[in-house]
């Protein structure tokens, strides 16, 4: 079975096993409507289990998590659910050798009928006692410090959330014209932790190019160079947050462009670019349509595009200078849409994207926060592949703002391109006084080695 479809499997799971708890908190136990969803349920965890058994399924911070990845796009679904195991100390479910319709409602009904906050030990006695063996529940306390909660949220994982996420808040645009700002504040929550705890990963995450739709990778990259950017200049947490939701939302107004212009292959005529100019103020008149509308995602939906000096675009009268939040999202956009792969044209590596964006510095960008920028990615970001001196390839793991072009590297292959059976890590930052020091030569593409980047990050 493929990736792709057992995470569909899991989802349908998931729904359905949310629809159950909901039946099951409304009706009695053997009520037509709960006994109808118990033989889907059922038949959808017959399923997964025939694939993975055990089949676990974490609730962490208000969403169910399957193997680190949270599912966000089901929250419409789960998010009741998820309350409701949080309330009752449920930190995870696990469905083991699992073959029993009554025992998955005995499960259910004593989940629905539990005290809330009881935190008893021998909670799998009880369950047992209710004649659930297979089913194994786990407390909350699971991640009793912050190291192992920080454990789970992965930064790899999270990414993949982010853009299984993006592609519902960017589908229910377009179908409802309503931005779900519950799992957008969700979103922002986790990449700003997996930003502050884990920064270097998490650049090279917005360098993989193996998702192949940039309308879903494009805000989930910004935000997180957005966010990379701003832990530098601000100090309040909650307008970070607010800050990280509106990053993730500068763009929304894409999603009302038709996919004729928005994915068209080859060059846009005059007509189709004004119909791409228009996003920033249909992006805010999206906005403004939310119950929950934040101002600051106004303002940067309205001015990412325009440029520090105002030459870009939408032309609004009477702004003197742009927000410095929406200055720095205009960087971070600038730079993923430049190493981004588009239809009409190629890529460019990090180092030459950053010359690239050096020669617009105090036309299209603020020079203090470019500077700040270049400081952080230094001049070959973590995630890139480089080629040193000695004609070994290697991949940047970690850069020094004050030692922009001597990043620690990882050397992968060999000068004749052959793969090192125990890649070697070096610091070109420490090499002062060696005689003969390891000098990265350019930036290269590492699908044209037939380097998988995933596997390396
Ligand atoms: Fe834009």
Redesign the pocket.
């Known amino acids: 079975m493929k990736p792709g479809e057992l995470k569909q499997i899991v989802k349908t799971c998931v729904k359905n096993l949310s629809l159950l708890f909901t039946e099951s908190g409304l009706y009695p136990p053997h009520h037509p409507n709960v006994i109808a969803q118990l033989k889907q349920t059922y038949a959808a965890l017959e399923t997964v289990t025939q694939q993975i058994d055990p089949f676990s399924l974490d609730i962490l911070e208000g969403s169910f998590v399957f193997e680190g990845i949270p599912l966000y796009e089901l929250k419409h679904v789960s998010e009741k659910t998820v309350q409701l195991l949080e309330s009752k100390s449920i930190g995870r479910i696990a469905f083991q050798g699992f073959g029993d319709p009554e025992e998955l409602n005995a499960f259910v009904q004593f989940i629905v009928t539990k005290t809330p906050g009881d935190s008893s030990p021998d909670l799998q006695a009880a369950l047992k006692a209710k004649g659930v063996a297979r089913i194994r529940v786990e407390q909350t306390d699971l991640w009793a410090t912050e190291q192992e909660r920080q454990k789970l949220l992965q930064p790899k994982k999270i990414y993949a959330g982010c853009i299984e996420a993006n592609k519902l808040i960017y589908n229910s645009v377009r179908a409802e014209q309503k931005i779900p700002m519950d799992i957008v504040a969700k979103i922002a929550k986790h990449l700003i932790s997996i930003v502050k705890s884990d920064f270097f990963s998490c650049v090279a995450l917005t360098g993989l190019r193996n998702y192949d739709e940039y309308k879903f990778t494009h805000p989930a990259n910004v935000a997180i160079l957005s966010i990379a950017l701003a832990v530098n200049v601000l100090d309040n947490d909650s307008l970070l947050e607010r800050f990280a939701q509106a990053a993730l939302l500068?763009?929304i107004?894409?999603a009302l462009i038709p996919n004729t212009v928005l994915n068209k292959q080859g060059k846009l005529t005059d007509e189709e670019w004004q119909m791409i100019k228009q996003?920033?103020l249909l992006?805010v008149e999206l906005l403004e349509r939310q119950e929950r509308v934040d101002l600051l995602a106004v303002v940067i939906a309205a001015e990412?595009?325009m440029k520090h000096d105002l030459s870009g675009y939408p032309k609004i009268g009477g702004i003197i200078q742009l927000h410095p939040l929406s200055e720095i999202v205009n960087i971070a956009?600038a730079y993923d849409a430049i190493t981004s792969a588009h239809a009409y044209k190629q890529p460019l590596l990090a180092d030459k994207a950053l010359g690239l964006m050096l020669q617009m510095v105090g036309c299209d960008f603020d020079p203090q926060y470019f500077k700040i920028f270049v400081q952080m990615m230094g001049i070959y970001p973590p995630g890139g592949f480089v080629r040193l001196n000695t004609g070994e390839i290697a991949l940047t793991k970690r850069v020094y703002p004050n030692a922009l072009l001597q990043p620690e590297i990882k050397i992968l292959l060999d000068a004749a391109g052959r793969a090192i059976d125990e890649p070697r890590f070096a610091n070109l930052y420490e090499q002062q006084g060696d005689a003969s020091p390891l000098v990265i030569q350019e930036m290269v593409d590492p699908t044209s080695l037939g380097i998988d980047p995933l596997e390396f990050i």
């Open positions: 500068h763009d107004g894409l996003h920033p992006g990412h595009q956009s």
